[in-house]
């Protein structure tokens, strides 16, 4: 943890940054859920308030964006209270594109939605929702604890969800080649499960952000990935 400095009230700025990125991945993580719960009920309403919370998001980004540079401005930090700063600012940007890919996924439920039946392979995008909540919430807890290890475990755990997306596009492919009628249903499904995917990666950044705070040191430029059959990017 940061010691204290003599001037409290850099203190406080630092603790408010802090309290508005826990803010940020409550509302990530509660976007997430409710996209995933319409998706998976078809409910279209529900849909809309993912897409209906994704301002509030964006204007806490933009709250931290605004206070990380009027500290830097006034205090002129150096070494672990620079870091501090600039890397609120970056999990910040992270969790603000976590919540545009959960408004992705609400965005496709809405398409979907008349659709009134729901295919099997649903359930391994349902999969990949809980390994990537279980990442993201776990790494923003090592941000609060300001634990480096805990960290690096997000990093490298990374591998098991770019593993399942590999197992949910086989399945939704299988799928479509049995039933031609689901091709464009599976097609926005394809696409849920990229976004969950990529959820993944932006909680990967936090973690590398948050051992580079603790630490000062950076986390290898190339993490461990699965290992899938060629398909596009």
């Known amino acids: 943890m940061v010691e204290p400095h003599t001037v409290k009230s850099f203190d406080a700025e630092l603790e408010l940054l802090g309290r508005h990125i826990s803010e940020m991945g409550g509302i990530a993580e509660k976007m997430l859920a409710d996209a995933m719960e319409a998706l998976g009920g078809m409910n279209a309403e529900l849909a809309d308030l993912v897409l209906a919370a994704d301002t509030r998001l964006d204007a806490l980004q933009r709250t931290v964006e605004e206070e990380t540079v009027s500290v830097i401005a006034r205090r002129q930090p150096v070494a672990v209270d620079l870091r501090e700063i600039v890397g609120a600012l970056r999990i910040s940007t992270e969790l603000e594109r976590v919540g545009d890919l959960a408004k992705n996924i609400a965005k496709r439920t809405g398409k979907i939605a008349g659709e009134g039946r729901v295919p099997r392979p649903i359930g391994g995008l349902k999969g990949m929702h ?48 049995e039933d031609p009628r689901s091709i464009t249903f599976c097609t926005h499904l394809l696409f849920c499960s990229k976004n969950l995917e990529r959820v993944g990666d932006h909680t990967t950044n936090i973690a ?18 699965g290992v899938g059959f060629a398909r596009p990017a």
């Open 130 to 177: 809980e390994m990537a909540v279980a990442q993201l919430n776990d790494v923003l807890d090592a941000y609060a604890q300001r634990d480096p290890e805990r960290a690096r475990a997000v990093w490298l755990r990374d591998v098991e969800l770019d593993l399942l997306e590999d197992a949910v596009f086989r399945e939704l492919l299988t799928h479509m080649m």
């Open 208 to 225: 590398e952000t948050v051992y580079f705070i603790v630490t000062g040191e950076v986390l290898p430029s190339d993490r461990p990935r």
